[in-house]
C-alpha cells in the first residue's frame, strides 16, 4: 500500500480478532466467524466465498474456508479445533455481503471450539494497534 493512500475501514466491538483477520463472536457455547472489513479493503473486491460443510470437524491449523478476492484468493486456517454448526450459505451466493456487510449479514460460520482460549484472540483495541503495526 502507497503511504500516501488513506485506508478507511471499520472495527466493530464486542468481537475478538485474529492476526489472519477473522473475527470471533461469542453466544454461549457457539462462535459467529466472519472476515473483518479491512481484509476486503485490502484484498479487494469479494468475487466468491467457498464454505464447508456444517457438522465438518477441524484441526488447529486446518482450512476453515477461502474467499477469493481481486488480488487472489486467501484461505483461512482455524486457530482452534472443534465443529462447523452452521455456515452462511447466502454468502456463496451473494458474496458482496462480506464487502457490504463484514460484521452482520456478511458472516461465515458458526463454530462450537472444543478448546477456545479467547484470551488468544485481540479486542478491538488491540487488532487496532496490530493494524497500526502491519500498515507501517
Given at each position: ?116 482460549v479467547v484470551e ?17
Amino acid at each position: 500500500m502507497d503511504n500516501d493512500e488513506i485506508q478507511e475501514f471499520s472495527v466493530a466491538h464486542k468481537r475478538r480478532y485474529s492476526k489472519n483477520h477473522l473475527w470471533y463472536q461469542e453466544k454461549d457455547d457457539r462462535t459467529t466467524i466472519g472476515v473483518t472489513d479491512f481484509i476486503s479493503k485490502e484484498k479487494g473486491e469479494v468475487l466468491r466465498v467457498v464454505l464447508p460443510h456444517a457438522g465438518m470437524e477441524v484441526d488447529v491449523d486446518e482450512e476453515l474456508f477461502s474467499i477469493d478476492f481481486e488480488s487472489g484468493t486467501v484461505i483461512f486456517r482455524s486457530l482452534f479445533s472443534g465443529e462447523i454448526i452452521e455456515v452462511n450459505g447466502e454468502v456463496e451466493i451473494n458474496p458482496e455481503l462480506v464487502d457490504d456487510s463484514p460484521y452482520e449479514h456478511g458472516w461465515c460460520m458458526i463454530f462450537e471450539a472444543h478448546n477456545m482460549v479467547v484470551e488468544d484472540l485481540m479486542d478491538p483495541d488491540e487488532y487496532i494497534e496490530y493494524l497500526q503495526e502491519v500498515l507501517i
